[in-house]
């Protein structure tokens, strides 16, 4: 036996972080601490022997500081010399060296223990998890063993690893003593949650790739090829420790980059593979090679040069695979996909009955998808509008198959929704259908795609927000003396009349299955119950206001507080938005307020009438998440207003269009805004784009202070997704990013802040929501104003004299107060290439913008000293393009809005 049982290596890439996470370490594992080892490695920007960034409080302020007390300091007071002196007192290594791979080799090496567990920042361990996993190595310990991650931002491959252990432990309990069973298991890049045997770790495998790939991927791949070949991994199900920060730990979108792809493909999946084929249990590496590939797959450069190379090489390497067992049993890949491997690769057939089944289920187009979006009965008709998918490119013709009879489809849209690299390979195809009714009787009614001389019974409908239906609940909808459900066990839409029996039938049919179903099925069924007696109670409509979830200041805002001022005696209206945010006391004054996501938020959402927001976001739309289907009857038809959040002014009909956001009224402020609607594909008539200008309109004024302020807008590809409430999380790769490097060198320009300050201006920093978690990294200069998310937009632009933007519409805003402009575009082909949800639409910012557009930083430091030596004065040649822009230049926009929802009262 070793001295030490457990060797644990600590990778620091965040000093604050790791910092914390070593004293939680620290202070859970006391009672261990005879048999465990710690290291820590410096990687990321900390890499490089000698760079120690000492940028605050001197370490002799932290000491005498209690556990908690250390717990609670910020991360700028933190510094490198507290971390290496916490490591020095408590006998824990400290590793420097420009190599990772050859410093990590050193570091497991130089440990003499039996069992070796790597980690990183942001983690915290409990005196209960380290109980649980030295009760398991004093018993039989596996050669590797895991344990599940309670992560505060869950992941999709939290999700699964934490599926896998509660998977395996189910096997465990029903398998008798020396009984095999296998499952794949994907490495994923959750290597924090495994404690390998050192004799294990193929350490010979490790790349010395640190300078070119993050230091992530070094470790994962260790771990797959350590790992693969293991016929078992032990869990130790009760164990679990926090994770904090990041959950997905790799940025496949460094893929888009041309040279890290395909030095990504040639040395990591190109060497996974020749691994996976050398290894004895061949399926479960493979297993994880597909998994890989994936992400290749959906992340390539658009150069087309390099596209065909990559594809070359991915098409190589899954020529290799041979086992079509390994993708018809694959989570990863869609039914699309599946059937164009099979297609294209010549793997050996599989002759399993279950495995030949999966197979004909993948080549059937009748299991592709088969979404309806809308329905709309009457007393006469049933106007059906959906999608259908069929593999290939060639279009097809949808018909309804109505008892028997075809009833043709009009094609509204097509597009290619799956893509191999640059070949389609599966084509969508949108539909409308009116289904009359000529008689009192029932109708069944099937989706059919035709192809030539190929017709395919769609085999299961799916049905989106917008349907009263759902396809795992027995849900219906009485209307105009019918009754229209959905059968199943057919696959079928059924129509009847509508009776006292059959309504029953069907509703008893509904109740049991939420009684009998799983407890978010009896919880839906209480709160229906509850949904039904308030409904039979309201007197008044109910209104909900919002703007984004954690803050106000926007035209729901403004609306809200028109409301207040102009009460509708029929009328409840409440604003909705965090309880601990400052808006929600603020807007208290003006009006009832609710707290996001509360019990009360959800049943009033099921109750309103109108919900009414300046944002489109999920949680406006549907605050009930991926349960929306219980309530499917209740909010299918529900009204959204969409106040906007800033002119339209580029092409966002990918994510504002009708199949998507079904918005009942379309605020828009501008003429070329409201024809915009209708040339792009938003699918919207006329009665649905409201030209009334944006409430928050009413609400500006002038009070200038001399201040230039620097407004830039989000870029989706900062991003690493969005939190489970719907906001935008902050990618690890920001610091590196050109926004990033640009934003910091204008707010820190030295030529710019002191032709401010001998001139009487202010240069002022009103960050995007989405960027605040990142602004510690922005340098700041003393002589900037750094604004947070307290400054109310409106006083911003009242106080400016000229704002500085990039795309964000914010400048519409500035314009209505006839201020100056300027326009920064640094990065306008990338903005504009889909990695944002913008395309680029009918305003012309030379032509059509209201101020200068300069695309690099002295250009727009140059602009800036010259309209600061001239007062901020706005230029005749933008006036004149501001007087013909607005449809309204009055405080009317609120009363606008509220007549168009009350016209439509009917």
């Not at 490495?187 to 193929?202: A, G």
């Not at 290939?392 to 509204?412: L, R």
């Not at 928050?696 to 989706?716: A, C, H, S, V």
Request: aromatic content about 14%.
């Amino acid at each position: 036996m070793s001295r030490f049982r457990v060797g644990i290596i600590i990778f620091n890439d965040n000093t604050a972080n790791t910092f914390r996470t070593l004293l939680k370490l620290l202070n859970a594992s006391v009672k261990w601490r005879d048999e465990i080892k710690i290291s820590l490695i410096c990687c990321g920007e900390n890499v490089k022997e000698g760079e120690v960034n000492i940028h605050a409080k001197n370490i002799s302020e932290l000491s005498g500081k209690t556990f908690e007390e250390l717990l609670s300091i910020a991360p700028e007071e933190i510094t490198d010399e507290n971390l290496y002196e916490l490591a020095e007192k408590n006998e824990v290594s400290f590793y420097f060296s420009g190599d990772f791979s050859d410093l990590l080799k050193k570091v497991v090496c130089d440990m003499d223990v039996d069992y070796v567990h790597m980690t990183m920042s942001n983690v915290t361990y409990t005196e209960k998890y380290w109980t649980e996993i030295f009760q398991y190595i004093h018993g039989t310990p596996a050669d590797v063993f895991t344990t599940k991650v309670k992560a505060l931002k869950p992941s999709l491959v939290i999700k699964e690893h934490n599926g896998y252990i509660t998977k395996m432990s189910q096997l465990e309990e029903s398998t008798e003593d020396g009984e095999k069973f296998y499952v794949y298991h994907i490495i994923h890049e959750i290597f924090y949650s495994y404690f390998i045997k050192k004799e294990n770790l193929m350490l010979e495998v490790l790349p010395n790739v640190a300078e070119k790939l993050h230091w992530t991927l070094d470790v994962v791949y260790l771990y797959i090829c350590s790992l693969v070949s293991i016929d078992k991994i032990d869990i130790v199900p009760s164990a679990m420790f926090i994770l904090h920060g990041k959950t997905d730990l790799i940025d496949w979108k460094f893929l888009a980059d041309n040279e890290t792809a395909r030095f990504y493909l040639s040395d990591f999946l190109e060497g996974l593979s020749c691994f996976c084929s050398n290894v004895t249990n061949n399926k479960n590496a493979k297993y994880n090679l597909l998994y890989f590939l994936k992400k290749q797959i959906a992340n390539y450069p658009k150069d087309e040069s390099d596209v065909k190379i990559i594809q070359e090489k991915v098409e190589e390497i899954l020529s290799s695979i041979q086992e079509e067992e390994l993708i018809l049993e694959n989570q990863y890949y869609d039914r699309v996909l599946k059937k164009y491997i099979l297609e294209k690769f010549e793997w050996k057939e599989e002759q399993s009955f279950p495995l030949k089944q999966k197979k004909e289920e993948i080549n059937d187009d009748g299991y592709l998808e088969n979404t309806l979006i809308f329905a709309h009965l009457t007393k006469n008709k049933l106007v059906l509008e959906g999608r259908s998918m069929m593999h290939g490119e060639e279009p097809f013709d949808i018909y309804v198959d109505c008892n028997g009879d075809k009833i043709e489809c009009n094609i509204i849209n097509k597009k290619f929704s799956r893509k191999w690299f640059d070949t389609n390979i599966a084509l969508t195809e949108y539909y409308s259908c009116e289904i009359p009714f000529n008689q009192e009787k029932s109708y069944a009614l099937g989706i059919v795609c035709k192809r030539g001389a190929v017709e395919k019974l769609k085999e299961k409908i799916s049905f989106l927000l917008y349907m009263p239906l759902a396809d795992n609940l027995e849900l219906f909808l009485r209307k105009e003396g019918w009754l229209l459900s959905y059968d199943q066990k057919s696959g079928r839409m059924i129509v009847q009349p509508d009776s006292f029996m059959a309504r029953n039938k069907l509703r008893i049919k509904r109740e049991k299955n939420l009684l009998f179903g799983d407890r978010l099925a009896r919880k839906a069924f209480l709160v229906r119950g509850c949904y039904y007696v308030l409904n039979a109670l309201k007197k008044k409509e109910i209104w909900l206001i919002s703007d984004r979830i954690n803050r106000g200041d926007d035209n729901g805002e403004c609306f809200f507080r028109y409301l207040s001022d102009h009460p509708q005696k029929d009328v409840n209206a409440y604003f909705v938005v965090d309880k601990a945010c400052p808006a929600y006391a603020r807007m208290k004054q003006y009006g009832k307020v609710i707290p996001v996501f509360s019990w009360k938020h959800k049943m009033f959402h099921l109750l309103s009438d109108y919900v009414i927001s300046s944002q489109a976001n999920k949680p406006v739309i549907n605050p009930f998440g991926r349960f929306y289907s219980y309530y499917s009857d209740f909010m299918y038809d529900k009204k959204m207003v969409f106040l906007q959040h800033g002119v339209t002014k580029d092409d966002q009909s990918a994510w504002l269009n009708r199949y998507n956001r079904n918005l009942y009224g379309f605020v828009v402020a501008t003429h070329a805004e409201y024809n915009s609607i209708f040339e792009a594909d938003y699918f919207y008539s006329e009665k649905n784009v409201w030209l009334t200008g944006f409430p928050r309109f009413d609400r500006l004024y002038r009070n200038e202070k001399k201040y230039i302020t620097i407004m830039p807008t989000w870029r989706k590809s900062l991003s690493a997704g969005t939190t489970s409430a719907g906001e935008w999380t902050i990618g690890d790769w920001f610091a590196e990013s050109d926004y990033f490097r640009f934003y910091n060198g204008l707010l820190n320009s030295e030529r710019l802040i002191n032709a401010a300050q001998e001139r009487g201006y202010t240069i002022c920093f009103m960050p995007h929501p989405n960027i605040t978690p990142a602004l510690p990294l922005f340098g700041h200069d003393e002589r900037v104003i750094f604004w947070d998310a307290d400054k109310s937009y409106r006083d911003v632009f009242a106080e400016s004299n000229l704002i500085v933007t990039d795309y964000s519409s914010v400048a519409f805003d500035f314009a209505y107060l006839r201020k100056p402009i300027v326009y920064c575009q640094f990065d306008r082909k990338e903005f504009f290439s889909g990695t944002h949800s913008y395309t680029e639409g009918y305003f012309d910012y030379q032509t059509d913008g209201f101020g200068e557009v300069v695309e690099t930083l002295d250009s727009l430091v140059d602009i800036l000293i010259e309209y600061m030596e001239n007062g901020c004065a706005l230029k005749d040649e933008y006036r004149e393009r501001i007087e013909n822009t607005f449809a309204y230049g009055d405080t009317d926009c609120s009363l606008r809005v509220l007549e168009k929802i009350r016209s439509r009262e009917s």
